[in-house]
């Protein structure tokens, strides 16, 4: 080995933070490979690679080099974590203990081929990305019903307070919560189904489980009252919807690829029902790929008796800022954000914030994690296509992960902007 392979910030960082790699030692304009692999909590391998040429001083810097091919092609600075693939098919690269940083390998080989033979192997360094920023307080929930994991930043507080709520999947998902905390907030990640000692599967919903969620929150002493911020995907976007309907003590709902209907479940509150967007999964089409697509399958929620699901979100104290992935094949998430707006505008409120983002698909998570355009869906057990084309929508988590956390400063904080990423 010859070549040095540096890594700004050294060592170790957040995973939603950009890292700067040099290669330095290199031949003036020398062939190289750069290959990079992780494997997840299970072991399993995502693997990532592309061609470079060193510069005319022996130097690759991929701030400056574009790519020649492999995984992706062109000035990809962060392409070799979110061109990673995993080695099965359809599987998803999640963080499942925030509490351990995931280790990057990357290797420098000698020439184009990405596969490493007899003395090809030029140098190689250990890449570790935190989920925990230095600081941030990880604390497991038991409380009344309610089951979660709260994150807090370092300090003295009180911070401003999120509910995070992921999707059909259910469990509890830890990683968003986790790495927004480390930019000011104090993060409660809630499980809603499969989870512990909760249902095992979203049969009925009950809106009183998170009322309890937002009431401990409000009381809790490192959170800055008088009300929460609610951050939603997919199924718990429509249940962010729901919330900020009808309970108190909620400002701020930032919803990614949500649909404007309670969706999968009825749900309940008091004397209150509503019933779950009809669909027909007759209705589903098979790619070329092979892999299931339902975004025709749901029925429209304008429509009779469809309509009867929709969610009052006119009652909504607060702003909203809707994330749209342009190339959803989960559901419309499109179609819903524009009934939305209709809706909202209709009752004399303020239009909501609405950022579209064309080529990308339904799973918009933090920056830098790989693409998921198809995986194997929890409820179905079988490969679901979620769209999306990989740069574009790996520019899109870069970007939204900044604008949720401008929204949520601007509408908890009261600040106006957030440092945008380096790279």
Request: charge should be neutral.
């Amino acid at each position: 080995m010859a070549a040095m392979v540096t890594l700004e910030p050294a060592g170790r960082c957040c995973w939603d933070e950009p890292v700067r790699i040099v290669v330095r030692g290199l031949a003036p304009g020398q062939p190289v490979t750069l290959r990079a692999s992780l494997r997840d909590e299970k072991g399993a391998l995502f693997r990532a690679h592309a061609r470079y040429c060193a510069d005319a001083g022996g130097e690759l810097d991929l701030t400056r080099a574009p790519a020649l091919g492999g995984s992706f092609a062109g000035l990809e600075p962060m392409g070799l974590l979110w061109a990673l693939e995993p080695e099965t098919p359809f599987l998803r690269l999640v963080k499942r203990d925030v509490q351990t940083p995931f280790a990057v390998e990357l290797e420098v080989l000698d020439g184009h081929d990405p596969e490493p033979g007899p003395g090809r192997l030029l140098g190689r360094a250990v890449h570790e990305r935190d989920f925990l920023r230095p600081g941030v307080r990880r604390e497991p929930v038991r409380a009344g019903r309610v089951r979660a994991t709260l994150f807090l930043p370092p300090g003295a507080g009180p911070f401003p307070g999120i509910i995070d709520l992921f999707g059909s999947g259910g469990g509890l998902c830890e990683y968003r919560a986790s790495l927004l905390a480390g930019h000011g907030f104090a993060v409660l990640a809630l499980a809603y189904f499969r989870f512990g000692d909760l249902p095992e599967y979203l049969s009925d919903v009950h809106l009183e489980y998170f009322e309890e969620a937002v009431d401990f929150m409000l009381q809790h002493p490192k959170v800055k009252g008088p009300s929460v911020g609610l951050l939603g995907f997919s199924k718990g976007g429509d249940l962010c919807l729901s919330m900020a309907s009808f309970l108190k003590g909620i400002t701020a709902t930032v919803l990614i690829n949500t649909c404007v209907a309670n969706t999968i479940a009825p749900l309940h509150y008091k004397d209150m029902i509503i019933p779950e967007l009809s669909n027909d999964p007759g209705k589903h089409t098979i790619n070329e790929l092979g892999l299931l697509n339902f975004m025709d399958t749901w029925n429209n929620p304008l429509e009779e008796p469809s309509h009867q699901s929709l969610i009052p979100l006119e009652k909504a104290q607060g702003p909203f800022l809707f994330i749209v992935g342009m190339d959803d094949h989960s559901w419309k998430s499109e179609f819903f954000a524009h009934i939305a707006s209709e809706r909202l505008q209709a009752h004399g409120k303020d239009r909501p914030q609405i950022i579209y983002y064309p080529g990308t698909g339904h799973c918009i998570d933090p920056p830098y994690f790989p693409p998921c355009r198809a995986s194997v869906n929890a409820l179905l057990g079988l490969p679901i296509f979620y769209g999306g084309e990989p740069k574009a929508h790996s520019r899109a988590q870069v970007d939204a992960w900044q604008h949720i956390q401008t929204f949520f400063h601007k509408h908890l904080n009261g600040k106006k902007s957030v440092k945008p990423s380096k790279i």
